[in-house]
């Protein structure tokens, strides 16, 4: 019964190198969030995907982040060339694929990809 | 710009008290969800409310959608030590189906 599988937990980078997260949603669900918590804040949303599709990026920075949910595998969010802002704590969610009214499905969430950068 | 406020910050109770803790924004959502997050994992979901005025119980938790669906609270009855943790409340309202969360309330349940 596995839930949202994120990996890896921890990453550390150094200034500029890239960082790739990977997120495997629950088993049944083809859609996607990815939110990023900064220390002492909320989560903040950045993006919502379907496979092979962005539906909502208005929360991702427009520079140097992307993301995919290709056909096969796993969803990935990559940070290029990496600063010190950066740090957080990335975590993915997942719900089902029913969704008529898509503010209505639960999300469940993993356990996030703690990001440091040195 | 929505946001959703969440009172209070921080809350520190002895074993057995209850509790209320208040997400409340200016803008309508429409549905709600309560969330618990322990230190070095992620949120796991308590309940989603979408209709105005409801009520949802789960144990000693009770939870209640404002009628115009701008607030929301939630109400532990006899705090266990179990309880300990950070409560957060996300909102939904987009066809997108973004969550936009509240900054947390950390419980601390004292033995």
């Known amino acids: 019964n596995a839930g949202v599988m994120q990996n890896p937990r921890h990453l550390v980078r150094r200034r500029g190198q890239e960082a790739r997260l990977r997120c495997s949603p629950m088993?049944?669900?083809?859609?996607v969030y990815w939110y990023r918590q900064l220390p002492e804040e909320g989560l903040k949303f950045m993006v919502y995907?379907?496979?092979?599709?962005?539906?909502?990026e208005s929360g991702m920075p427009k520079e140097r982040f992307s993301a995919e949910f290709p056909k096969e595998g796993p969803s990935i969010l990559r940070i290029q060339q990496v600063v010190r802002g950066d740090s957080a704590a990335y975590f993915c969610?997942?719900?089902?694929?029913?969704?008529?009214?898509?503010?209505?499905?639960?999300?469940?969430f993993g356990d996030g990809t703690r990001l440091s950068i040195l | 710009t929505q946001l959703l406020e969440q009172s209070p910050q921080f809350l520190s109770i002895q074993e057995g008290e209850n509790l209320t803790v208040y997400c409340n924004s200016s803008?309508?959502?429409?549905?709600l969800q309560w969330y618990r997050q322990e230190p070095g994992e992620g949120p796991v979901l308590l309940v989603t409310?979408?209709?105005?005025?409801e009520v949802k119980k789960l144990k000693r938790l009770t939870f209640q959608f404002g009628d115009a669906r701008k607030d929301s609270s939630l109400h532990i009855t006899a705090a266990q030590t179990g309880d300990t943790g950070l409560y957060l409340c996300?909102?939904?309202?987009?066809?997108?189906?973004?969550?936009?969360f509240g900054q947390g309330t950390t419980l601390q349940v004292k033995p």
């Open positions: 969610a997942s719900s089902p694929a029913e969704t008529v009214l898509p503010y209505r499905q639960p999300q469940h």
């Open positions: 088993k049944g669900h083809s859609h």
């Open positions: 995907l379907q496979k092979e599709n962005i539906i909502d």
């Open positions: 803008s309508v959502f429409s549905s």
């Open positions: 409310v979408v209709t105005g005025g």
């Open positions: 996300a909102g939904g309202s987009s066809n997108t189906g973004k969550l936009i």
